[in-house]
């Protein structure tokens, strides 16, 4: 049987639901993780026996049933349990509302998710840094209800806005695919153009006049101490001189073991093996930094300009020809110094090597301006969806009809059910109908 309309419930705290009584099949336990704004996430599953969900039926969800999260961030963000969800139930910091038959469940949810729902769920929320609602003060949000029908008119022209945003975002996020095939194209001609402008290949151990691996002592995460580069400093074609611990201040540090601008990055060791042998080009050392020992520093002479052997480096040519090099073992990808330093690199003539270097990078800033206006655009994509949110329960999305029945008289309807069925809540003034008498 199912709970009864007009209710609203949080899940089981304490001994009743722990992480040791999940196992790997039966009812679903909903969890903070799988409430979005707007959107079921089901990636994250946790089960119970069914003998244990007997004794916690009180705490059931049903497709169509709004959740809502207790826990920020947001706090109260609020989404629908989907169709053929089975048995289930929610857990501490979750609950469920199931509204008065009169009371749309999208309608709630797109509420509960605006500007205005979010401002009124903080403002009942505590806690200091990650708020939180529980289960008293989260009856006692207003809703502003509309009218029945009018409902039905705000969450079908929010469904139509919403599923036009939707669209934009799905095209946006081909962006990060194309863009990584522009890529790949831009440095595999900018290879090849090497090559055709090369009258010699050299391997990267003569165009170096050091290639030496960092420091091995375990660093600290804050000062004192030498600033030492994690290893997810290096990305390709990129050193985050930011991204950083810092190295022992007991243990001395040679002067060879300092990086300089110019030095070429590469990583020695990682579990992924296309983090391997990335590499990336020191610019703009503010202070002395050293690197550990899964990185591999490259320190080149005169006859080759450090940009444009960044570039090549991170060529897909490259990658290549270093990947049989790449060795496993206990689940680590590596690559030596003495098999980095065989990677063949065309040596064209210094001023061809600049102008190379140049067109490649002018392409690939092109590339990261693509990037940067694709972000925006998706940020302003959710600021358009909240902005509608807003209009909608101002009043102002779609036009009010006078033939609609009053919300007053609706609302004397949902409190009239409720009477029939009293519990001992408390109450506060004012008009509007509190989250607990509308759900």
Request: charged share 25%; hydrophobic share 40%; net charge neutral.
């Amino acid at each position: 049987m199912a709970p009864e309309l007009n209710s609203l419930t949080d899940g089981p705290f304490g001994s009743k639901l722990k992480t040791a009584h999940y196992v790997a099949d039966g009812p679903r336990v909903i969890r903070l993780g799988n409430i979005g704004v707007g959107d079921f996430l089901g990636d994250d599953e946790a089960h119970i026996t069914n003998e244990h969900y007997a004794t916690l039926l009180k705490h059931r969800v049903f497709a169509g049933d709004l959740l809502i999260a207790g826990l920020a961030y947001p706090v109260g963000r609020c989404c629908i349990a989907p169709d053929g969800l089975g048995a289930a139930i929610v857990k501490a910091d979750c609950f469920r509302a199931k509204p008065h038959p009169n009371v749309s469940n999208a309608y709630l949810m797109r509420y509960l998710n605006s500007p205005q729902g979010q401002a009124e769920l903080e403002a009942n929320s505590h806690g200091l840094g990650r708020l939180r609602i529980n289960l008293r003060d989260l009856k006692a949000v207003d809703v502003p209800l509309a009218p029945a029908a009018e409902q039905r008119r705000i969450v079908a022209k929010l469904d139509s806005l919403f599923e036009r945003t939707r669209r934009a975002r799905e095209e946006l996020s081909q962006i990060p695919r194309l863009i990584e095939h522009y890529k790949k194209a831009i440095l595999e001609a900018a290879f090849r153009q090497a090559q055709d402008a090369s009258d010699r290949n050299a391997p990267l151990g003569e165009l170096a006049v050091e290639v030496r691996n960092g420091l091995s002592k375990k660093p600290a995460d804050s000062p004192p101490g030498t600033p030492i580069l994690r290893i997810s400093a290096v990305r390709p074609m990129a050193v985050n001189l930011v991204d950083r611990r810092f190295y022992p201040t007991d243990e001395e540090v040679s002067e060879r073991a300092f990086l300089e601008d110019d030095d070429l990055l590469f990583t020695r060791y990682n579990g992924n093996p296309e983090f391997v042998a990335v590499c990336g080009k020191v610019t703009n050392l503010s202070e002395p930094t050293t690197y550990p020992d899964k990185l591999i520093r490259v320190r080149l002479s005169g006859d080759i300009l450090p940009g444009y052997a960044e570039l090549v480096c991170s060529t897909p040519q490259a990658r290549e020809a270093l990947r049989p090099f790449i060795k496993t073992a206990a689940g680590q990808h590596g690559i030596s110094g003495k098999d980095l330093k065989q990677l063949e690199i065309p040596v064209p003539a210094l001023e061809l090597q600049e102008q190379i270097n140049a067109k490649a990078r002018e392409q690939l800033s092109g590339i990261s301006d693509v990037v940067n206006q694709a972000n925006l655009a998706g940020q302003l994509l959710h600021h358009l969806d909240q902005a509608n949110l807003a209009k909608a329960f101002r009043g102002e999305l779609v036009p009010q009809d006078p033939n609609d029945e009053p919300a007053s008289v609706l609302l004397e309807r949902i409190r009239a059910a409720r009477a029939e069925h009293p519990k001992p809540t408390r109450k506060r003034r004012g008009t509007p109908a509190k989250a607990g008498e509308a759900a």
